[in-house]
């Protein structure tokens, strides 16, 4: 029987995207994200609870999500699960649970994508040579 580890994610960036390289120059990218659910119950009231998650994602998606998003942004995320476990000098165990991405989109929910006049040159140069 196969295995699947897939996640999809849809919410709030609650940091700034902060950008790193391993030694090798790697670069990698780690930002934290919420995601809330509303329900109401039997009486109808109204409730909600955010899940908060570590998010990461590597190489030029990396780079281009730290020059790209920000704070507070509305992004899908589509990833892998990963457990990193450790155990510190008293011997205490730990576990964290990290989201590798795969995919990270920005969400035209809320919010509009606005090119600057460097990125409207770049996408008239793509679609002239598209028409040849």
Avoid: Y
């Avoid at 196969?2 to 990218?29: M, S, W, Y």
């Avoid at 009231?45 to 990396?62: G, L, R, T, Y």
């Avoid at 008239?124 to 040849?132: C, F, L, V």
Wanted: charged share 30%; proline share 1%.
């Amino acid at each position: 029987m196969g295995q699947l580890n897939q996640i999809g994610l849809v919410g709030n960036l609650t940091r700034d995207p902060e950008l790193k390289f391993t030694n090798e120059g790697v670069a990698i990218c780690e930002m934290g994200l919420a995601v809330s659910r509303k329900w109401a119950d039997r009486e109808g009231k109204e409730n909600e609870n955010v899940d908060f998650f570590n998010i990461s994602c590597w190489n030029s998606m990396a780079e281009n999500c730290a020059s790209s998003l920000k704070k507070g942004d509305r992004v899908l995320i589509n990833g892998h699960m990963n457990l990193r476990s450790w155990e510190n000098k008293e011997g205490k165990k730990f576990n964290i649970i990290n989201i590798t991405a795969d995919i990270i989109a920005a969400s035209l929910e809320f919010n509009k994508i606005i090119f600057d006049k460097e990125d409207i040159d770049f996408i008239k140069e793509d679609e002239g040579s598209k028409k040849k």
